[in-house]
């Protein structure tokens, strides 16, 4: 089977921004996941992939531990990181776009 096509920066940028601010995400149960000082490293249980988060991408992946709302979601970074808080919102957005479409995550009910 082909693997996907990798979602280039603009393209995770728009289907970041398409998602609605009361979609609720949260971790695929298809990944097996370790901290390993202090950042997540996933293997897909399906493809066997290999993810590696950095800080951020990791403070992102705790937070879908339970389903949360896309909106709630930017917030908490926004409050968590210094910086620009529509950069932060958009980066979080592109971020989860990465992971639906890698099955790392889903949205929920």
Do not use: N
């Not at 920066?9 to 289907?15: D, F, I, K, S, Y």
């Not at 709630?72 to 210094?82: E, G, I, N, P, S």
């Amino acid at each position: 089977m082909a693997e996907p096509e990798a979602l280039d920066a603009g393209a995770l940028a728009a289907a970041g921004a398409a998602l609605a601010d009361d979609a609720r995400v949260v971790q695929s149960s298809d990944v097996i996941g370790a901290e390993v000082d202090g950042e997540i490293v996933l293997i897909g249980v399906e493809t066997g992939r290999y993810h590696g988060f950095d800080p951020v991408g990791s403070a992102i992946w705790r937070a879908l531990e339970t389903p949360i709302r896309i909106d709630d979601l930017c917030a908490r970074m926004v409050a968590h990181f210094a910086g620009d808080a529509a950069t932060i919102a958009l980066e979080t957005r592109a971020f989860v776009a990465r992971l639906l479409s890698r099955d790392l995550a889903k949205t929920a009910e």
